[in-house]
């Protein structure tokens, strides 16, 4: 695990090194044009890298935790919460380190260059290579019994078996008696039962047993990690017309200074960073004193607070609207609203983002055995991932609904005065509540692995003869 997190390390860091030699030649010779390719591909290694060590560090940080193996954090917390602490404290460096970049880091590509900007996270990205090397020797390494340290191999050896039993397998016709025909086929399966000791390890059927188990964990889950895809597609709107909105607005701060709307999206993190001591200090211990809340019980609260931010943005959007309608458009083109009416909403996300992110965390974590633990965590970065193309996807379907066919104008005009996002606000606020009901579902018919795990318990405790 080490040296497979030392290469996509090793391969961000390369693609840091790309990039702030590409900004370094560009500050020496601006006139000179430089390859678009070389570019593209130093930001693919940036992405390769993070792509392979984010679930993968996460997984193995997680890991270190001792005497909590295999203890599944959708259980109603009352053996340990050190695994819900290290989540919550995970998600809080997260966070202190993006908001840095937005400020701190701005400030200095403002100021001093894009060279220094990029500079400065490839020498941090060093440091924590070379820190993260150093500690190879102290780390603990977890692997599950039950399946061999190299799956991947297996799987290839079995698949390679089964096709050569399957091509040496012979089909002959009797000649003795032409009217009767036979089919002889050889009686040797082509796989072992994949739940006995023998196929579980060795065999040529043991990658495929994995394989199936594998699908089995991922099946399960696979309901509520769909009704999650909404709540990241909620995830995208302060980027984008979240700061489309604010554009518009009021942003004096006194006399001259105007507030970036972009800005404003540091005020997710700051709430996150504020609010998480809060949460893991005082309202989890709250909880758990009264027979605890579920992880899934905890993501269902920021699902439903991401929907109150959709609300509240509908709402401002709709005051907006209406105070720029009555404005001369040739003379007056910042609508005097306050750019910080926008803060409930972004506030609102924050406060979701505790529940249900690190509530994310945990689940998919704790919901699959040890050797998918990295596996679960890609699960959960893979929310956001697909939410980001479900959310592309919806706006390409509402453009095209409402500005391509119709003789109405687009909810996404360029011109803020004609644009609906008001409507678009409740749009995903409707999908988010039917999302959110399917949830609800799909959680009460969701049987945890805790719950598997005190049945089997409670099941091998009646089968034990009496002492």
């Not at 900007?117 to 490839?122: C, E, L, N």
């Not at 597609?233 to 017309?241: D, R």
Request: aromatic share 12%.
């Amino acid at each position: 695990m080490v040296n497979l997190l030392l290469f996509f390390l090793i391969c961000s860091f390369k693609g840091l090194v790309a990039l702030t030699s590409t900004a370094l030649s560009w500050a020496r010779h601006p006139t000179d044009k430089i390859s678009s390719s070389y570019l593209f591909w130093s930001l693919w290694l940036i992405s390769l890298g993070q792509g392979g060590y984010n679930p993968s560090l996460q997984a193995f940080g997680a890991d270190q935790i001792a005497n909590d193996d295999e203890l599944p954090s959708t259980q109603y917390e009352k053996k340990s919460n050190k695994k819900s602490s290290f989540f919550q404290w995970w998600y809080f460096g997260i966070c202190g380190g993006s908001l840095a970049g937005v400020t701190v880091m701005s400030y200095i590509q403002d100021t001093f260059g894009w060279v220094l900007g990029f500079a400065i996270p490839t020498v941090a990205m060093v440091a924590s290579i070379f820190l993260f090397w150093c500690g190879g020797r102290i780390y603990a390494y977890k692997q599950d019994d039950a399946i061999s340290e190299k799956p991947s191999r297996d799987i290839v050896r079995s698949i390679k078996e089964a096709l050569s039993r399957l091509t040496s397998s012979r089909i002959t016709l009797s000649n003795n008696n032409p009217e009767v025909v036979e089919l002889e086929l050889q009686e040797k399966p082509l796989c072992q039962n994949p739940g006995s000791t023998e196929g579980s390890k060795e065999g040529p059927c043991s990658g495929i047993s994995y394989l199936v188990e594998n699908g089995k964990v991922v099946s399960r889950l696979f309901p509520i990690w769909t009704m999650l895809l909404m709540f990241a597609v909620i995830f995208q709107q302060p980027a984008t017309f979240f700061t489309k909105q604010g554009m518009t607005m009021k942003r004096n701060v006194g006399s001259t200074f105007k507030i970036p709307p972009a800005t404003l999206q540091s005020a997710i993190t700051v709430s996150i960073i504020l609010l998480m001591p809060f949460y893991d200090a005082l309202l989890i211990p709250f909880t758990r004193d009264r027979k605890g809340i579920r992880v899934t019980q905890r993501m269902g609260v920021g699902m439903v607070l991401s929907v109150v931010a959709m609300v509240i943005a509908a709402v401002v959007e709709t005051k907006r609207l209406e105070i720029s309608q009555k404005m001369d458009p040739g003379l007056e083109t910042e609508v005097p609203l306050s750019i910080f009416w926008l803060l409930p909403q972004y506030i609102l996300l924050g406060i979701s983002d505790i529940f249900t992110v690190v509530g994310m965390q945990e689940f998919f974590y704790g919901e699959v055995p040890v050797r998918m633990r990295t596996m679960g965590i890609a699960l959960y970065t893979s929310v956001f991932g697909v939410g980001s193309f479900l959310s592309a996807l919806l706006i390409s379907l509402v453009e095209y609904f409402t500005a391509s066919r119709g003789k109405g104008k687009s909810w996404f005009s360029d011109d803020m005065r004609e644009s609906r996002l008001d409507k678009y606000y409740w749009l995903l606020a409707l999908l988010s509540v039917l999302s959110l009901v399917f949830y609800v579902i799909f959680c009460n018919f969701f049987v945890s692995r805790s719950s598997d795990l005190d049945n089997e318990n409670q099941a091998r405790g009646r089968g034990r003869p009496g002492l």
